[in-house]
């Protein structure tokens, strides 16, 4: 009976005239495309000043999100999206500003500030892993608060953006001290009435989140407010979701490519120093993925005796709850380089300053919209810019008022926190609850 049934049902599909075929195939999609890829965005946030104030001044946030009607799985999102941002936008022409750090390093910092007011705000941008301030998804950024007259600093991580190494010292997700050091000149630098704000994607998102966690009280009065895109919360989960065959692998020897060109250019600083040591710079050039790059090399150069040691120290998932500046956070579902169950919703419902923003898709730094994707206005930016021009213009103050009483609550909340700790003195409890993991000093020889 099954068998017949099977037979009389390929009879009548193989009969059916191919334009009512793809009809029919086309209605399928469209109908999947409404009901699984359409969808308003979750907004991970406890019950507070700060989601309230997003809900009412960020309409992107109360609509739905139209990824590219066919582009619309995690992987062609990643790539096209680059690949459209490379083609489209034109090379910016910061200022730049070398900047030498305590220890003998040098940053650079490429400002853009043309059509800039002497009173606009300002955002510190970090590019990701090996991005620098002409990587198309920054210059996407650096063009969107151009427009709302915003001015940018883009910072360079070591050994990026054309810069010759003064030091061994690389970069990593989980030390902040280069950031600490630039945030603190930036400050300096701006007008004393100017607003400061700051942005991470991917491993940039992460070297600030460890900022504002370890950071918490410097951070609190150096930024007004700050944003991550596409950050890998859980390293460990990130790592293994990147390995995974086929298409994700191919994405990460991508990186881990580049990872090894960026060593490769500084191979004479290097060459003479880990000669007598257990750093074989030769095998490290050869990586394949990031991981295996991160444990021949990043591990060992920043003291950890191991490289799942690295991953949890750069993890932000358990740190949530010591930021103490108002931070919005961009991440997609299907973010190959991230798992959805990483993505850490219960702990940002129960953080007063830390608000998830999580689309259905949209890929990894993608977000792309619209029967066919425009580079000047895409989700990204205009979620980027929404949430600056209201944070850093407050022209009403009601930002900088919402922002008084998300510290209120704060201090409330850890005062509580360290109060039910029967082992905790009271002395304690005047103080800052210290993140559990401490800054490595790093290892040069």
């Known amino acids: 009976m099954s068998v017949s049934m099977f037979y009389s049902m390929y009879a009548y599909l193989s009969h059916i005239p ?83 750090l305590k220890d003998g390093g040098e940053v650079a910092l490429d400002w853009m500030e043309e059509g800039c007011d002497e009173s606009a705000p300002c955002v510190l941008i970090l590019p990701g892993l090996t991005g620098e301030s002409q990587a198309e ?18 910072f360079n991580n070591r050994g990026l953006g054309g810069i010759e190494l003064k030091t061994p010292r690389l970069y990593c997700a989980a030390n902040c001290e280069d950031l600490c050091e630039v ?54 989960k990130g790592s293994d979701s990147i390995e995974k065959p086929v298409i994700n692998n191919l994405l990460g020897r991508h990186l881990a490519g580049s990872l090894c060109r960026t060593l490769r250019n500084h191979l004479e600083v290097y060459r003479d120093i880990y ?61 190959p380089f991230q798992p959805l169950d990483a993505i850490p919703i219960k702990a940002a419902n129960q953080c007063t300053h830390v608000a998830i923003i999580i689309t259905a898709r949209g890929g990894h730094i993608g977000f792309l919209e619209g029967w066919w994707p425009s580079t000047k206005d895409q989700y990204m930016c205009r979620l980027f810019t929404e949430y600056f021009t209201k944070a850093l213009f407050d022209e009403d103050g009601e930002f900088e008022r919402t922002a008084n009483k998300m510290h209120e609550h704060f201090l409330a909340k850890r005062t509580v926190e360290l109060g039910s700790d029967a082992n905790v003195p009271p002395a304690v409890l005047l103080v800052d609850k210290p993140v559990e993991q401490l800054e490595h000093k790093v290892k040069l020889m």
């Open 18 to 100: 191919r334009l009512h075929a793809l009809g029919i195939a086309i209605f399928a999609y469209v109908v999947y495309y409404l009901i699984q890829v359409v969808k308003r965005p979750i907004i991970a946030c406890s019950e507070g000043p700060f989601k309230k104030y997003l809900i009412r001044k960020m309409p992107t946030l109360e609509n739905k999100y139209w990824p590219t009607f066919w582009c619309v799985e995690s992987r062609a999102q990643t790539v096209l999206a680059s690949l459209l941002r490379s083609q489209s936008l034109p090379r910016v022409n910061y200022r730049r500003e070398i900047l030498s």
């Open 275 to 335: 000669q007598d040591s257990d750093i074989d710079i030769q095998r490290i050039l050869r990586c394949k993925t990031i991981k295996e790059f991160d444990q021949l090399f990043t591990a060992k150069q920043f003291g950890y005796a191991h490289v799942n040691d690295y991953y949890a120290d750069a993890t932000l998932h358990n740190k949530l709850d010591h930021i103490s500046v108002p931070l919005l956070c961009l991440s997609a579902a299907d973010d």
């Open 137 to 154: 998804y920054i210059k996407c950024l650096v063009f969107a608060a151009q427009q709302v007259g915003m001015r940018v600093v883009v």
């Open 183 to 236: 945030v603190q000149h930036v400050r300096r630098t701006l007008p004393a009435h100017c607003k400061l704000g700051a942005t991470g994607i991917s491993m940039g998102g992460l070297i600030l989140g460890n900022y504002l966690a370890r950071k918490s009280d410097e951070a609190r009065i150096n930024l007004s407010a700050a944003k991550i895109i596409s950050v890998p919360w859980d390293v460990h």
